[in-house]
Each structure stands twice: as structure tokens, then as C-alpha cells.
């Protein structure tokens, strides 16, 4: 009996080494600077979408996401809207996601965690996998490839985000929390294009509201 209880434990304390060491290279492997802010431990987790919060960039607004949260159901959530691109996003832009976490006393912790992705268009796609074209074609975008082509993109209600950490590359286990997600494009001048924030929830998969 005391065997087997100690390879439980075993087990358990290589599962929990295996998550933080993943998290870690997720975030080296992207290029991350950021403070590393970790209040919870991470696992296998669901996303419960709060709310998208349109900001405007005054000196640059050839990028504009006109764009709100649809509750269809307790558990289906779509993007609506419409997004206009005044000039082709390729792979000369970089993307950027800026990361605040809500606190215990319901307060945000800024900049916890800081990430810059070169060559934005490539690797956007790359990471949103299967979520990549059906995004642009819930929009009416026909092309799919880089860059993505200048007009405006009117969605059709028709993009849910039910299966969206299982179609992309985003990684499967992280921690725990409500986060305010900032993101926007810089160009080679390192000028802001584009702004969004989106705030989400980390749940265990078993926790309800």
C-alpha cells in the first residue's frame, strides 16, 4: 500500500514539474518579455469570454475592430462586428499581446505578461490553426494567406469560439484567472496599428459561474 501511495505522489509531483515546465518554454519559445506573474497554478482549463473592449489609436487608425461578444448560449459565445484594414497586414508588422490579470481585491495587475510576435501575419496564422480561415471566411475574407488584403470585413454570426483553444496552437494547460488582453500590431517603426482587448476567464473545466 505505502507503494503505491508513493507513486501516486511520484506522479503527481512529475505532472505539476511538466506543467511549469512547459509554461515556461511557451513563454521563452515566443520570444515573451514579460514579469512572469503567476498567482495560480495552471492546468487543464475552459474559457468563459467576458467581454471585447474597442480602444481607438488616434494618430493611426488605418485598423480599425469594430467588433462585440454574442451569447448565444451558457456555453457558445460569437464575434460580431466588422473589421477594417486600410493597408496589408504581412509579415514586415509585429504583433503584440499585453496581458493584465484581475487581483484578489478585483483590481488589475498590468504588463503580467508581455508577449511580441514577429513576423505577425505568418505567425498569427500559424498559431490560430484551424481557427485561421474559419475566422476570415465567417468574416468574408477569400483569401486566407498572407497578407491579408485591405477592405472591410463585416461578420456573418456565424464565428464561434466554443472550440477555439482546441483548433489553435494556444497551449492546453495555463493558470488560472481573469485576464484583460490587450492586443495590437506595431509596424518596422515600432508605431501602434490596430487595438483590441478582450477579457477572459480561466476555469477548470468542472467550475461554473
Known sequence: MKIIQMCRVEKLIMKYIFVIICAVVFHDDLGVNSQKFFPNLPGDFRIEYKAF?????????????????SKKSANTTEIRGNVTIGK????????????????????????????????????????????????????????????????????????????????????KIFFYGTYKVRFFLTDKNNIEHGCGSVVVEVKRPWETD
Request: with cysteine.
Open 53 to 69: 473592449i474597442r480602444c481607438q489609436i488616434k494618430t493611426n487608425n488605418d485598423i480599425r475592430l469594430n467588433l462585440y461578444l
Open 88 to 171: 496589408p497586414i504581412d509579415d514586415s508588422w509585429t504583433a503584440n499581446a499585453i496581458f493584465a490579470i484581475k487581483d484578489s481585491i478585483g483590481g488589475w495587475k498590468d504588463n503580467a505578461h508581455i508577449f511580441k510576435f514577429e513576423k505577425a501575419c505568418t505567425t498569427i496564422k500559424n498559431f490560430l490553426g484551424k481557427e485561421w480561415k474559419l475566422a476570415l471566411n465567417s468574416f468574408g475574407a477569400e483569401n486566407t494567406n498572407c497578407p491579408l488584403l485591405p477592405g472591410v470585413y463585416v461578420g456573418k454570426g456565424k464565428y464561434e469560439l466554443t472550440n477555439f483553444i482546441s483548433n489553435s496552437n494556444f497551449p
